[in-house]
């Protein structure tokens, strides 16, 4: 058996008993358009499919797109709304000033639309799309209950109270995701997704430059990594990204941890992993351990993330156009 298709089966095989419990929280389910929209799953993964072949660093951004919508009002879809002449939108809240991924969610949901119309929420969607984005660069593929409603309010504000930046210490990142209903572990395991994508150097540029106002680099990084960082990084640059995992950042595995715990982490969030006792052990623990155990608590984490808070039922709507309020 190759090593996907059976973390397929370890994954998916060990969900079922999360998924149970967090349908019965949430009004969630696996097959909530088995009648209605059966094909939604498979569409999904065509259009994501195309979508990573062509630009695979959008796989990291399309996931960060679903956790910036949990973690503001729960998973109702509200960061793709767009800002009216009356209100600014999450999209445009500085949390979000370099999120990407709009756009890939809008074709998706056209595709959906055409076979499907008005049935399918785009927050429905967004947590698919993310799901197979990980699935595509070799990561865990988990089964996502699905039901959710669009939610109508979207408040820049809300984005910048709710998500947390990535110059959080420990206990502010714990605090923020108790607030979910996420635990420590969910907070070191979620972390793990930093092993894709890029991030802007404005996001981490003060540790080389000018740490808590020293003019001194963190001395919490490496100090044998800061020159690295230092030729890529000026100290203005708002422009120029950085691989998050050198050398594996269109793979989703465990080198994220093994670069944290050299004190290699870009943001002071992926350092504080080291001073908390339960995520420290986590992060040495999966730095030298084959991937099995990582993907299977990602896979029960992005499970609990994407019931947060979530609207069923007859609340919120189905959105036509998830840009826009019907």
Not at 215 to 222: K, M, V, Y
Not at 267 to 293: G, I, K, M, N
Request: charged share 20%.
């Amino acid at each position: 058996m190759s090593f996907s298709n059976h973390h397929y089966l370890i994954t998916v095989a060990s969900t079922i008993l999360l998924l149970s419990t967090c349908n019965a929280q949430g009004g969630l389910r696996l097959d909530y358009y088995a009648a209605t929209c059966p094909s939604v799953e498979a569409i999904v993964k065509h259009e994501t499919s195309i979508i990573i072949s062509r630009a695979p660093t959008l796989a990291a951004a399309l996931l960060r797109l679903h956790f910036h919508d949990c973690f503001v009002r729960g998973c109702d879809g509200s960061v793709l709304l767009n800002s009216t002449k009356g209100n600014t939108a999450e999209k445009d809240s500085p949390p979000n000033f370099t999120v990407r991924g709009y756009g890939s969610v809008d074709r998706v949901k056209a595709a959906v639309e055409k076979t499907c119309p008005g049935i399918v929420s785009c927050a429905d969607i967004l947590a698919l799309v993310a799901r197979d984005a990980i699935s595509i660069l070799n990561g865990p593929f988990w089964p996502v209950p699905l039901g959710r409603r669009d939610g109508t309010i979207s408040r820049r504000s809300e984005a910048l109270t709710n998500i947390p930046p990535p110059t959080s210490n420990i206990s502010a990142l714990e605090a923020s995701f108790a607030s979910k209903g996420l635990d420590t572990k969910d907070l070191v395991v979620l972390s793990g997704s930093h092993t894709i994508g890029n991030s802007h150097c404005s996001s981490f540029s003060a540790r080389l430059y000018n740490f808590s106002g020293t003019g001194r680099p963190d001395p919490a990084l490496d100090s044998e990594y800061v020159p690295h960082l230092k030729s890529k990084c000026s100290p203005t640059d708002n422009t120029t990204i950085v691989e998050m995992d050198p050398g594996s950042f269109l793979t989703f595995d465990t080198h994220y941890y093994t670069n944290v715990a050299k004190r290699r982490g870009l943001f002071t969030s992926d350092w504080s992993l080291l001073t908390d006792p339960e995520t420290a052990a986590y992060v040495r623990q999966q730095a030298v351990s084959p991937p099995y155990a990582f993907f299977q608590d990602f896979a029960n984490s992005m499970v609990k993330m994407g019931s947060i808070e979530v609207l069923t039922g007859n609340q919120g709507e189905i959105r036509k156009h998830c840009a826009f309020v019907n």
